[in-house]
Nanobody, 123 residues
Framework: QVQLVESGGGLVQAGGSLRLSCAASGRTFSRHTMGWFRQAPGKEREFVARITWSLGLTYYADSVKGRFTISRDNAKNTVYLQMNSLKPEDTDVYYC????????????????WGQGTQVTVSS
């Protein structure tokens, strides 16, 4: 099992920044890829960004490219999502996820999920 705990969500004005954290514990060999997703009520879960634990290779959704940065601290078993230039349309519940599959991008490819953290961007 892998346990994931997100933190760092909150309310911010448009143009502002937030940094989300995801602390991972448990079977570390079961999480070759870490991802961030977001979901609004009644909508499908949307891919935001992912990073590989070993080489730190990253990949972003077009909607956040250039504004969001995913990173990891192997020593702390923590993944971060730095979100800059936030827009009202970034308002969602953000989820951290772990996948055994390398370069996983789709929600169905992820095996473990955190509880989610709310991000609200006011206009």
């Amino acid at each position: 099992q892998v346990q994931l705990v997100e933190s760092g969500g909150g309310l911010v004005q448009a143009g502002g920044s937030l940094r989300l954290s995801c602390a991972a514990s448990g079977r570390t060999f079961s999480r070759h890829t870490m991802g961030w997703f977001r979901q609004a009520p009644g909508k499908e879960r949307e891919f935001v960004a992912r990073i590989t634990w070993s080489l730190g290779l990253t990949y972003y959704a077009d909607s956040v490219k250039g504004r969001f940065t995913i990173s990891r601290d192997n020593a702390k078993n923590t993944v971060y999502l730095q979100m800059n230039s936030l827009k009202p349309e970034d308002t969602d519940v953000y989820y951290c996820a772990a996948a055994n599959l390398l370069y996983a991008t789709r929600p169905s490819e992820y095996d473990y999920w955190g509880q989610g953290t709310q991000v609200t961007v006011s206009s």
